[in-house]
Structure formats: C-alpha cells, structure tokens
C-alpha cells in the first residue's frame, strides 16, 4: 500500500518551520467528519455482535443493526463481509524502528506486515510524524492489502496543531485513521477523568494550545478498562486522524477492545512489533 498523497509524506530533513508549516496544512485538508465506505456499525470482534451496543449510544441508528428483516433473516453483515482493520505500533532498536501492522477481520488476524528503518530524527513532542512516520510507511507497502480502517498508536486531532501521527499517515494514505493515545498530549478534559466505569467517555476540548477554537472536542479519554476496588486503569485518548469524526472514532475504539486497555488491533501491533524486534536483535 503506497501513499496517495506523496506530497504529505514526511520528511525528516526539513526544518521544524517547515515541519509546521506542512502540519498546517495537514489539519486543513484533513476531514475530521465521518466519510467512510464501510457502515461502522458492521466493526466488532465477533461475526455475532453489534457495534454500539450496550451503553454505547450516540443518537445513532445502531439498534437497527443485527435486526432481523422482514423475512425472518438477521440483518448482521457476514464475517466475510466486515471491514480489514489494521493496528499500527512500533518498537525501537537502538537507531531503528521495528514498525509492525496488524490486519483483522472480526477477531481473526489476515495479514501481518513489517519494516526495520533507520531512524533519523529525535523525539520531539508534537512532530512524531517526522520520525515515526517514514518506518511506518514503510511497513504500509509491504501489506497486500488495503485496510479499511487503521488505529495508530498515537494521537490524531489531539495535538497542537491538529495533525498527529494518525492525522499524517491517514491523510497522506487516504484512509479513515484514529488516534489511540496513552497520553494527553494537549487539549483538556471537559470532566474530571478519575474513577471512572468502564466504556465511561470525556470529551477532550481545544483550549489555547490547539490551533482549533477553544471548545472544540478534539478527541475523547475512553475508559476501555477498569478495574473494582483500588486499583485503577488510566484511560486511553482516542481522536480522529482522517475520515472520521471524534465520536465515530471513539465507538469505534470501543467496539474493537477484548477486555485490554488498548483496541485488539494495537495490541497485537505492538505484540507483533516485539516479536519482530527479538528476531532481529
């Protein structure tokens, strides 16, 4: 799978002038409202449940889905039927990235693809792109297929100028990608984030330090885990990177953990990418 955007890709030497001149125009071309291919409805684990189901409820017409029409027959997409979702993350080797995907359909693992790059730029907070991303393009044309949908380890919207790491890569392959960050890396949570039940969700709003009008939600902290008692799982910051609005994005998340903190795909990306990483070494 290779870029359809090349002139996105990004580029490691330029300036960080230039680096933010492009996130710039990232944010500006990228669509942070649902424009999918796909019925959303039709993501999960299982052949045999619904997306947004439960206490997962946005106004949408997901209690339509799985419904049995006027035949008698259920209205439920077959397992063949659902969309490839790909989880991206990536190990370190010393001066390489061990970028790693994950393909699924349902529950089940299709492809697997990976790249060892050479890394060239430093961590710095806001510009990951400029140093993750060239690895992760890298494993992206070594898949034969085209994913559907792509989570990456990283923040989407959620970012000072609205163009993360899944906002890069998903603008420059053209294809729907969120944002599953660990950490907030900028905005503010409209509601205290302790304690919360599990598939609890808070809005992550713009404030002075994003480029978008203060109030704007940008992305959403999702509970994904939780345990009873004392012990307490911090939640994980999804947002959109491309082709997807906040909300979508987040069911979308929630639709796709197995009783882990990260969504399956990501997880088993970052399995993936370990495994990688021991073979190499």
Known sequence: MEPKHPEFVPDPT????RME????EIAEQAIFVDDLEFDPRSVSLRAD???????IDRGSEAGEVGKADESGRSSEPDAEDRPLVAGVDQAFLDDRAVSAIVCMRGDEVVERAH?????SFPYVPGLLSFREGGPILAAFA?????????LFDGSGRIHFREAGLATHMGLALDVPAIGVAKSLLCGIAAEDLDDR?????IAIEANDEVSAPSGTVIGYAVQTKQFAGSRYVNPVYTSPGHRLSAETATDLVLALCAGYKLPEP????????????????
């Open 14 to 17: 330029d300036s960080r002038e």
């Open 115 to 119: 790249a060892v790059t050479p890394l």
């Open 266 to 281: 990501t997880r088993r990306a970052d399995a993936y990418a370990d495994e990688v990483k021991g073979q190499v070494e």
């Open 49 to 55: 449940e619904s997306l947004f189901g439960g206490d």
């Open 197 to 201: 039940e599990e598939c609890a969700n």
């Open 142 to 150: 070594e898949l034969e297929r085209a994913p559907d949908l792509v």
């Open 21 to 24: 001149e492009l996130q710039r």
